[in-house]
């Protein structure tokens, strides 16, 4: 069974994405229990359920940081919506005394809507985290995102705001003048190999090409980014990364790991037992159903454990 998934091709999965009948059902029944198939990568629907998890991450030594799952809106009063969510997450975290880090997505703040709405959007999150010495990290979307997202880190940038980073993608080809331009200005990046189907164009399709790239970006960001951040759960880039550390001299606390919620938990302890500084990437919200398939489309084997949780639900 798991030999038939591993061979379902990415884009399969992009194209279940977008089932509404499929994100019904899902919605329907990947929630519902404590032990129902979504909760292994979502921590839940609520606030409070993700601090909850926060909480029991942070026993473990560990940081996180929150995503309000949503993408892709399309008018401005979602987009408005969306940003008053966050700024209630803000204030719940502060609330709960839990770690200061979010992440979100342009989309999600109208980047669909107008660039105008989303820049003022992302402001006002901005705000209300610099008040509350939160960092904000403007995750990356697909490809025709990566200009405008970058246009829009630089335009806040050159407002003044430093509470603000974002990602780049090792598996496209951009990548290396995008680490160069963020260096330069000295925004803090996020390091990950990619997750959306790219078109040979722009983006290297094979594993060895995207994880030699990776390699390429990490050591230029080890060696004269601003704490970047390395977020793979690849244990070749783990250990890559590392040694290169290590031979270099380059100071544990001068960077960290990441990973998402509910994956490579074993290498998360790990890697935090050594003396790295480790952030965990906790999802929730309800709108869960593209993340989910991401990460299914990431390791198709999961679907098997999905389907095994189905039939425990009936
Ligand atoms: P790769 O996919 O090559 O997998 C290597 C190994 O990791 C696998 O063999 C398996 O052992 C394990 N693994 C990987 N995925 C798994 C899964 N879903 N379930 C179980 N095991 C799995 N992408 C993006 O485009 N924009 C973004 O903003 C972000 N943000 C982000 C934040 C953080 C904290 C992380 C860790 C990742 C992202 N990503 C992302 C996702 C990223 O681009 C990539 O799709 C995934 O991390 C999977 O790639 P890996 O580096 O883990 O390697």
Known sequence: MSIVLDALPKAAFSVLASSTTLKRLASRYGMRRPDSFARRFIAGES??????????????GLMVTLDLLGESVTSSDEAARATRSYLETIAEIERAHIGRNIS?????????????????????ILDAASTGEFFVRVDMENSPYTDLTLEVIETVWSIGYRNVGTVIQSYLKRSDRDVARLSGLGV???????????????A??????????????????????????????????????????TQQGIP????????????RRDLQAKLSGEGYPFRVYVPFG????????????????????VVRSL???K
């Not at 606030?47 to 473990?60: D, F, K, L, N």
């Not at 993340?291 to 084997?301: I, V």
């Open 47 to 60: 606030v409070a359920e993700a601090i909850e998890a926060a909480r029991q991450i942070e026993c473990q």
């Open 104 to 124: 979100l997505k342009l989309t999600q703040l109208g980047l669909d809507v107008d660039r105008a709405t989303c820049v003022d959007n992302l402001r006002r």
């Open 188 to 202: 803090r990046v996020r390091l990950v190999k990619g997750a959306y189907r790219e078109p040979r164009e722009v």
């Open 204 to 245: 290297f399709q094979q594993k060895p090409e995207v994880d030699a790239a990776f390699v390429d970006l990490m050591r230029v960001l080890l060696r004269s980014g601003n704490y970047p951040a390395i977020a793979t759960h690849d244990p070749a880039m783990v250990e890559a990364t590392t040694t290169f550390a």
């Open 252 to 263: 544990k606390d001068t960077f960290e790991f990441q990973m998402l919620y509910g994956i």
């Open 286 to 305: 309800k709108e869960w159903f593209p993340y989910f398939m991401r990460r299914l489309g990431e390791r198709p084997a999961n679907v098997g454990f």
């Open 311 to 313: 039939f425990r639900e």
